[in-house]
């Protein structure tokens, strides 16, 4: 349930490649991992799992380095195992893996599709004569990141594994980009034990920005197209499924092979519509479509109306719609300081797949949401020298409330801050939990404690990361990533220590409903109230209170 987006080189104001993600995933496995580059043995096998992200921990195994050795759990199971290489490459993992030592950088979404099957172990297919699935996006990201430096060398080998091993689960977008260029790769199962797995992958032009909030956003696969790539089972398995045949002419992949958005009208296509309309108001799109879920207004890629900053990348991830007609920080749900978070119910059907469930109402989905695990922005920035040019800009919780700070591609590990926490245990040695507290205790008094207190932090931080950025740029010359690894880990860790104070000073300032102190009031003098405003009040009975002796019948 993510919003990502490649912003080409062409696209961005300091002329890098980027492409992002939110991994929007409800309490799960929310660290950020490095996995050390490693030698393996003439005729070691990869062990491939099964993990599909939902739970904590998201992975347990002695075999991707020590940060993925957990006290207390097993080793997570292996369902089959492919041919290792001679030597896999460093990375940083998540839920998805993020980007490699040689700046190869991906981005993630979940789709639905039509045929979403479990798993088929090595051991099950051998034993009942079918063909294995052994391949979710996040171990194919892995194992790309694990050999890859290109793009296009990650999105031919992601192809060729799907080929031979077979896909399973849900639908999948992976993004991957290098200095050069980005590309869109999208998959899914097949029902047929021949033609068994799907995918179709299509480069993004420079100069373009591209975004997917879960629904697949290929569409028409041209023969002889320089730009596209897909799989030679996707024909034959899609016309032995029934759901084309050769006289339809070119497959449209999208809805030949799903059922459209998620969770309800808008869930996915709103996102679309509001990532292309800020970053480029002269396209004139509207945020309502013609056609349903496979409607063709919106445009595979746009280019942006101005080259766009950094810091309005970030920016893009923080919008909850406002200043328009689906403001959620407007109206009685948004409660009386303007809350845009709109917590999941039963009523609110399927969030994380196509739902056929009735629909009581929705509210709409925004980038910036309440189940955010963690964002990432990727670059590489051309101008840089080669130890700091790739950066992963990693911000723990909810965009909105979040603080990215930078982690070089290069680094020998990751703080150990963010390579801790269980999203169900607290813990002050987590930096996930430091932002995921102060992000919770802002719905005391959204606006005005994002307003006052959280948002200008952030910005500061944010600034003081690029400009410690910089500096990294100017003592590169001649350093080693042992340097780069003390620097960016002592930078982190300093975000995280100041969040945690800012949740310290929050806890008294806004203590029962009150502001109690702050920089223009000396300590030690009355709790100012703040009360509720009074376009609020007049949403409720308020004005029915007890305001006179005189009795009413």
């Given at each position: 349930m993510c919003t990502t987006m490649i912003i080409t080189k062409g696209a961005c104001a300091d002329g890098a490649m980027r492409v992002t993600h939110s991994d929007d995933n409800e309490l799960s496995d929310q660290r950020m991992i490095f996995v050390p580059a490693q030698s393996h043995a003439a005729g070691a096998a990869r062990a491939l799992v099964a993990g599909t992200n939902d739970a904590y921990p998201r992975l347990v195994s002695s075999q991707r380095g020590p940060n993925y050795e957990l006290e207390g759990y097993p080793d997570t199971p292996a369902i089959g195992h492919i041919p290792q290489v001679p030597e896999t490459f460093a990375y940083f993992d998540g839920s998805y893996g993020i980007m490699n030592e040689h700046n190869l950088m991906f981005g993630e979404c979940t789709n639905g599709a039509k045929y979403q099957p479990d798993f088929v172990s090595q051991d099950a297919a051998k034993a009942s004569g079918k063909q294995c699935r052994l391949f979710y996006s996040?171990?194919?990201?892995?194992?790309?990141?694990?050999?890859?430096?290109?793009?296009?060398?990650?999105?031919?080998?992601?192809?060729?594994?799907?080929?031979?091993?077979?896909?399973?689960?849900?639908?999948?977008?992976?993004?991957?980009?290098?200095?050069?260029e980005a590309w869109v790769f999208e998959m899914c199962a097949l029902p047929d034990e021949t033609y068994h797995s799907a995918w179709a992958a299509q480069r993004v032009l420079d100069g373009h920005l591209f975004v997917a909030a879960n629904e697949f956003r290929i569409r028409t696969l041209e023969k002889g197209?320089?730009?596209?790539?897909?799989?030679?089972?996707?024909?034959?398995?899609?016309?032995?499924?029934?759901w084309w045949k050769p006289s339809d002419g070119p497959i449209d992949w999208l809805p030949t092979v799903s059922d459209g958005e998620y969770s309800h009208p808008y869930y996915s296509l709103r996102r679309v519509w509001r990532v292309f309309?800020?970053?480029?108001?002269?396209?004139?799109?509207?945020?309502?479509?013609?056609?349903?879920?496979?409607?063709?207004?919106?445009?595979?890629?746009?280019?942006?109306?101005?080259?766009?900053?950094?810091?309005?990348?970030?920016?893009?991830?923080?919008?909850?719609?406002?200043?328009?007609?689906?403001?959620?920080?407007?109206?009685?749900?948004?409660?009386?300081?303007?809350?845009?978070?709109?917590?999941?119910?039963?009523?609110?059907?399927?969030?994380?797949?196509?739902?056929?469930?009735?629909?009581?109402?929705?509210?709409?989905?925004?980038?910036?949401?309440f189940y955010q695990g963690y964002l990432t922005v990727c670059e590489i920035r051309p101008d840089a020298p080669e130890l700091t040019k790739g950066i992963c800009w990693f911000g723990p919780d909810v965009a909105y409330t979040t603080c990215f700070a930078p982690f070089p591609a290069r680094m020998l590990d990751l703080p150990q801050l963010y390579q801790s926490g269980d999203p169900q245990v607290f813990s002050r040695n987590s930096a996930w939990?430091?932002?995921?507290?102060?992000?919770?205790?802002?719905?005391?008094?959204?606006?005005?404690?994002?307003?006052?207190?959280?948002?200008?932090?952030?910005?500061?931080?944010?600034?003081?990361?690029?400009?410690?950025?910089l500096t990294w740029d100017e003592q590169a010359q001649g350093a080693d990533p042992a340097w780069l690894t003390d620097v960016a880990t002592d930078y982190a860790n300093g975000v995280v220590h100041a969040w945690w104070q800012l949740a310290d000073r929050l806890i008294a300032k806004y203590s029962d409903g009150y502001i109690n102190g702050s920089v223009n009031r000396p300590q030690n003098t009355p709790a100012v109230p703040i009360g509720y405003p009074s376009e609020w009040l007049g949403m409720t009975n308020y004005p029915e209170g007890p305001t006179s002796y005189d009795m009413k019948f």
């Open positions: 996040a171990e194919l990201s892995r194992i790309a990141l694990e050999r890859c430096t290109r793009a296009r060398e990650a999105v031919e080998l992601m192809g060729r594994l799907l080929d031979e091993y077979g896909y399973f689960s849900t639908g999948e977008t992976l993004l991957v980009g290098d200095e050069d197209n320089p730009d596209q790539l897909w799989s030679p089972l996707l024909e034959p398995g899609a016309e032995k499924a029934g309309d800020r970053a480029n108001p002269d396209l004139g799109l509207s945020p309502w479509v013609n056609g349903g879920g496979y409607t063709k207004d919106y445009p595979f890629s746009a280019p942006p109306q101005h080259p766009l900053e950094r810091r309005e990348i970030f920016d893009l991830y923080r919008d909850h719609y406002e200043g328009t007609e689906f403001d959620l920080t407007k109206g009685v749900a948004a409660g009386p300081y303007g809350d845009p978070h709109r917590f999941i119910g039963p009523y609110d059907g399927a969030q994380n797949n196509v739902s056929h469930e009735k629909l009581y109402g929705a509210w709409e989905r925004s980038i910036s949401v939990w430091a932002f995921d507290f102060v992000g919770n205790w802002s719905r005391l008094n959204f606006q005005r404690m994002c307003g006052s207190d959280i948002r200008p932090l952030q910005a500061e931080l944010e600034c003081q990361g690029e400009q410690a950025l």
